[in-house]
C-alpha cells in the first residue's frame, strides 16, 4: 500500500486509534508498527462481517466504508509508524 | 492479571506471536505492549464465536482452551512487554 495515501486516509481512524496508531481507551487496539499483512486481513474480517460482538459495532461500518486500496494503503502507514 | 502466570501460559502462543509477542510471521499480530483491555477482548471474541474465517480457524481452538484467569494473565502479560 501507498504509506503517504494511508496516512491521509487515517484521519478518520485517529479519532480512535490515536494520532499515531497508540489508541489512550484501552479497548482500542494500538496500530503502530502492528504487521502490514495483519492490519489487511482484520480490515477484511470486519467487512466481510466475519467479526461480530463487542466493539466490531464500530468497525463494522468503518471497513465496510473502506476500498481495497484504502485497506492496502492504511495497512501500510500504521505498519510504518514507530 | 497476573503477568507472571501470563509468562509461563504464552509458552504456547510464542510458537505464533513470538517470544516477546513480535510474530515473524506478518499474518499473526504482534502482542507486544498491546492494549491489555483490547487483548481481553479479542480473545474473549473468538472464545465466543465472535470471530469466523481466515486465521480465526487457529485462534478459536487456541482461545477455547483458556480460563478467563488465563485470559487476564495472558493480557497483562502481553501488555507489558516493551
Known amino acids: 500500500g501507498d504509506i503517504e495515501a494511508g496516512k491521509t486516509k487515517s484521519a478518520t481512524c485517529a479519532a480512535c486509534h490515536g494520532s499515531n496508531g497508540i489508541s489512550n481507551v484501552p479497548v482500542y487496539p494500538n496500530l503502530q508498527g502492528q504487521h502490514e499483512a495483519y492490519l489487511v486481513s482484520a480490515l477484511n474480517a470486519y ?5 461480530q460482538g463487542g466493539l ?7 471497513a465496510t466504508s473502506l476500498s481495497d486500496q484504502d485497506i492496502e494503503d ?5 505498519s510504518s509508524l514507530k
Open 47 to 51: 467487512k466481510a462481517g466475519n467479526r
Open 74 to 78: 492504511l495497512a501500510a502507514y500504521y
Open 56 to 62: 466490531s459495532a464500530v468497525m463494522v461500518p468503518q
